[in-house]
Structures are given as C-alpha cells and as structure tokens.
C-alpha cells in the first residue's frame, strides 16, 4: 500500500518552517525523500536507511523511525526555490531499490 | 549522475493504437524503472528493468499493455498498447545511479500522454 504523507498541502511564508510527515501501514526498510517543481522530473532529495537516522543538508533534515513506520522531513526557514511536490519514497525489500512513492506534499512558499 | 533523454516529450494519440517511449541514459545502469504519474498525482511503478533479464511488472501491470525492451545498460523502451482515455498520464523512466549516487534514482523528464 502507498505511504500516506500529511499534510497534503501547506503554504508558507519565506522563513517559515515546516514539518511534512511520511507512514507506511507496512515496514520501512529505508526512505527516500525527492521533490518535484511543477513541469519537471522528481529530484533527489535524501536517503534514510536506518531506523533513528537523522540527516540533514543547508536547511532540510529527516529523520526515520523504524518502529513507528514513520519518516518526516523539516524544512526550517525556508525559501522560495523550496516550492513543489515533496514525495516520500519507500522500498518493498531492503536493496530492491524500486521505490513506492507516498501520496505526495505541495508545498508553496510565497513571500 | 545520470542524464537521461526520454523521447517523445509529448504526444497525443488516438484510441487503440500504440506508442513507444524512449529512455536512453548517458552511462550504463544496472536498474531502470518506469513510472506513470497522472496529473497532481505521485509516482505509480510500472515495472522495473534489468538488461539481459525480463521486466518485472507491480500489481495492475500486464506485459501485453505496457511491453518493455531492455537490450542494452544505456536504453529501453516502454511500449504503451492499444491505448484507451485512461492511459492519459505522464510515463517516466527513472534510472539507480551508479558509484557514489548508487542511492538515487534519476528520472527522465517524462513522456505527456494524451489519447483521445
């Protein structure tokens, strides 16, 4: 089954934060995150593979926890260049690589 | 990474024919996946493509709809069959990276399908 991801949508002012939240109804061998501007391909956003990881680069972080089947993205002070789709991503078996996209988070910032 | 040139960007098509996407990358990969992603919609996995091996198809695809060829570890080609209203949506490949990108997946810029 589709990761759910919530909220479904958010509107933000520049450098305002924002917390998009991804769970699975079925374990969680790693997650992905990718966003997608609107007329263009998903892009690569970061990977998660253990459960209690956190990562993060410049001012987007995730963490993952395995028990829960959850993952969330934070996305603090944020930017114009931060508007799209963010999905997050999920694999059936570990290293199968064949990713399942949750339902999907349009995010708008406006200044 | 991976650059990927998916051909047509766009077209539209008459109930019951058929139409073949094109996704060729500029170095070779292991895995390519092809996706639909209708209109403000997320990414639905078609099936994945292994060269020398045949496509494995995720449940609600059937390899006489959407017959995929895999000849190479630079191309392959997703064959969209006898299409109908309902196969209107966008079809994206997507390759792993290799090396230090082996973690990410790269898409195509996606083939805009319209059949009327």
């Known amino acids: 089954q589709q990761p759910v991801q919530s909220p479904q949508a958010v509107i933000l002012r520049e450098g305002e934060d924002a917390v998009i939240n991804c769970s699975s109804s079925k374990a969680l061998y790693s997650v992905h995150w990718y966003r997608q501007k609107h007329g263009e391909a998903p892009v690569f956003l970061m990977i998660?593979?253990?459960?209690?990881e956190q990562k993060g680069h410049d001012k987007i972080s995730a963490s993952f926890n395995e028990k829960k089947q959850q993952s969330s993205l934070y996305l603090t002070a944020s930017q114009l260049s931060y508007s799209g789709t963010y999905f997050c991503g999920t694999e059936r078996q570990t290293g199968a690589n064949n990713l399942f996209f949750g339902t999907g988070t349009r995010l708008t910032v406006i200044p | 990474s991976a650059v990927i040139s998916q051909k047509p960007s766009r077209d539209i098509c008459q109930r019951g024919t058929s139409l073949t996407i094109q996704c060729q990358v500029d170095?070779?990969?292991?895995?390519m996946f092809w996706y639909r992603q209708q209109p403000g919609q997320s990414l639905t996995l078609i099936a994945t493509?292994?060269?020398?091996?045949?496509?494995?198809?995720e449940s609600g695809f059937v390899i006489d709809k959407f017959p995929i060829s895999r000849p190479n570890l630079t191309f392959s080609t997703l064959t969209v069959s006898n299409m109908s209203p309902e196969d209107s949506s966008i079809y994206l490949c997507?390759?792993?990276?290799?090396?230090?990108?082996?973690?990410?997946?790269?898409f195509g810029s996606g083939t805009q399908l319209s059949v009327l």
């Open positions: 170095s070779q990969v292991t895995m």
């Open positions: 997507s390759v792993l990276g290799q090396g230090s990108t082996n973690e990410k997946l790269f």
């Open positions: 493509a292994n060269q020398g091996s045949e496509a494995t198809y």
């Open positions: 998660l593979l253990k459960g209690g």
